[in-house]
Nanobody, 123 residues
Framework: QVHLVESGGGLVQAGGSLRLSCAASARTLSGYSMGWFRQAPGKEREFVAAVSWSSGSTYYADSMKGRFTMSKDNAKNTVYLQMNSLKPEDTGVYYC???WGAGVSINLRQNYWGQGTQVTVSS
């Protein structure tokens, strides 16, 4: 069982930055893919970024490349999402997720989900 808790969301102006955190309560995350997804109002949940806990390999959705950076802290069982140059279209609820398996998982078939944290980017 993996329990995920996100934090760090808030209101920011366009062009600003936010850093999201996701703390995972698990004995180990080895073997898991950890990901960030988001859901804008009236839209489907979409993939943002993911990291393989074991290898450290990361993968980003095309629209986030160059602006978002995902990282992890092995000692804290925590993943982060640094979001720079934020745009109003980045507004939404950001979810942390975990899926058992090799590599990175970018689809919605995750084993565990956090409750989400709201990010609002004003123009």
């Amino acid at each position: 069982q993996v329990h995920l808790v996100e934090s760090g969301g808030g209101l920011v102006q366009a062009g600003g930055s936010l850093r999201l955190s996701c703390a995972a309560s698990a004995r180990t995350l080895s073997g898991y893919s950890m990901g960030w997804f988001r859901q804008a109002p009236g839209k489907e949940r979409e993939f943002v970024a993911a990291v393989s806990w074991s290898s450290g390999s990361t993968y980003y959705a095309d629209s986030m490349k160059g602006r978002f950076t995902m990282s992890k802290d092995n000692a804290k069982n925590t993943v982060y999402l640094q979001m720079n140059s934020l745009k109003p279209e980045d507004t939404g609820v950001y979810y942390c997720a975990a899926r058992w398996g090799a590599g990175v998982s970018i689809n919605l078939r995750q084993n565990y989900w956090g409750q989400g944290t709201q990010v609002t980017v004003s123009s």
